[in-house]
């Protein structure tokens, strides 16, 4: 049974930092591609960023690139964001998702693709 469990989050000031991780399990970790996404109240659930199974692919979506970064250890089964300079705007649950994919690079933004979902964490950033 795959389960993907989000930890980190909280409640922080604007221009602050959390670092959040999902620890996999019930699955071959470095087969599958990593996302993480994040849904406000009333909002979509929208992409954040994602990484290949390798690392070597990491898109971010355009209001988080150079303040967020994703990363990923094999080893641990385990998969970070690291969020520097956090804005009001990035509060919502946080989730990250799971694609087995064998694709070196492939690391999708659209959030049908991911076969395997966690339950999420808060993130609350106030002005």
């Known amino acids: 049974q795959v389960q993907l469990v989000e930890s980190g989050g909280g409640l922080v000031q604007a221009g602050g930092s959390l670092r959040l991780s999902c620890a996999a399990s019930?699955?071959?970790?470095?087969?599958?591609?990593m996302g993480w996404f994040r849904q406000a109240p009333a909002k979509e659930r929208e992409f954040v960023a994602a990484i290949s199974w390798s690392g070597a692919g990491t898109p971010y979506a355009d209001s988080v690139k150079g303040r967020f970064t994703i990363s990923r250890d094999n080893a641990k089964n385990t998969v970070f964001l690291q969020m520097n300079s956090l804005k009001p705007e990035d509060s919502g649950v946080y989730s990250c998702?799971?694609?087995?994919?064998?694709?070196?690079?492939?690391?999708?933004?659209?959030?049908?693709?991911?076969?395997?979902w966690g339950q999420g964490t808060q993130v609350t950033v106030s002005s």
């Open positions: 019930g699955l071959t970790f470095n087969t599958y591609a």
């Open positions: 998702a799971a694609l087995r994919t064998s694709a070196h690079y492939y690391a999708p933004r659209r959030r049908e693709e991911y076969n395997y």
